[in-house]
């Protein structure tokens, strides 16, 4: 891999895919049992928060008896060896990228793994089940924990932080996201802007591979590793 100084890195579902944890927008998907609308939106949850919480509670189960994969794995050998500037941008919600050792992260969705109080905003970590019943820990109130979780409509997170990376960076790979979701399906393009090579990594072309300079095509546990070595 030729002297790069400044690397950003972007992932979504596909990479956690071989890990067991389903996509968003596959056959299978997630979403298929739930009009998005209804879990992933604050209007859906505020319609019928045991609905979303029942939703991110089996999600949590499921994430607690999953692995981290060779391509998380890989990302996270590669951080620790490179000498200069990288930033893992990940718009899962799941925490197998720290499972993996990945350290200069950013969950630009959110997290399964933490709620928030409705009143402070304090996050927690949290992996058991949340109910209308559960009080906050910091103000006591049952139903009053919400996931931590960006929904469609809401801010994601740090994202001056990820675009005064983007502005500098040498090398944006993106991988296993279908570059359906702004803003993080335009940062392809704002690495371009700074002059950046853009590279894909995923299993088949996604809607932004025309801001790619390079794509390779494959399983996550594949190619990323191959691609990094
Ligand atoms: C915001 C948390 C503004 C929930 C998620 C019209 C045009 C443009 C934008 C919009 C628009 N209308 C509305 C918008 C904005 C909206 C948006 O982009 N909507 C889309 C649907 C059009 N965005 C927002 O609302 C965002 N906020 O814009 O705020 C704002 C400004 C000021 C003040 C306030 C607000 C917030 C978006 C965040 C939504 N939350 N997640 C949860 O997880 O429960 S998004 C959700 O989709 C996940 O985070 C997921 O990661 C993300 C993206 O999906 P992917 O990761 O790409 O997953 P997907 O299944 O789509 O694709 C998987 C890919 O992997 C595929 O390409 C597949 O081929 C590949 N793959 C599969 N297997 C493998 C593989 N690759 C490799 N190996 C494999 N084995």
Redesign the pocket.
């Known amino acids: 891999m030729p002297k790069y100084k400044s690397i950003v890195v972007l992932t ?4 956690s ?2 890990s067991g944890i389903r ?4 056959s299978d ?1 997630l979403w298929e049992n739930h009009p998005i609308e209804d ?2 939106t604050p209007e859906g949850y505020y319609r019928n928060p045991a609905l979303v919480q029942t939703f ?1 509670n089996q ?1 949590r189960q499921q994430l607690s008896e999953v692995e981290a994969n060779q391509a998380h794995r890989a990302l996270a050998d590669f951080e620790q060896s490179f000498a200069g500037e990288f930033l893992l941008v990940t ?3 799941d925490d197998l990228h720290e499972r993996a050792g990945s350290r200069n992260l950013i969950h630009l ?2 997290e399964l793994y933490k709620v928030r109080c409705q009143d402070t905003e304090q996050a927690f970590e949290w992996k058991q089940d949340v109910t209308l019943e559960t009080k906050c820990p910091c103000c006591n109130k049952p139903g009053n924990l919400r996931p931590h ?8 997170l740090e994202m001056e932080r990820i675009y005064d990376a983007l502005s500098r960076c040498d090398l944006f790979i993106s ?11 335009g940062f392809c393009q704002e690495a371009l802007w700074a002059g950046a090579h853009t590279v894909e ?4 072309p ?1 809607e932004t591979r025309d801001a790619f300079l390079e794509a390779v095509h ?4 594949q ?1 990323v590793p191959h691609y990094l070595s």
Do not use: D, K
Not at 201 to 204: V, Y
Not at 218 to 221: D, F, L, Q, V
């Open positions: 979504g579902a596909g990479i895919a071989e996509t968003f927008r596959a998907g879990v992933a991110y999600r718009q899962n919600v969705h959110g979780i960006v929904w469609f409509g809401e801010m994601p991988i296993g996201t279908s570059g359906n979701v702004y803003p993080a399906a990594l995923n299993l088949e996604s494959g399983p996550a546990t190619v």
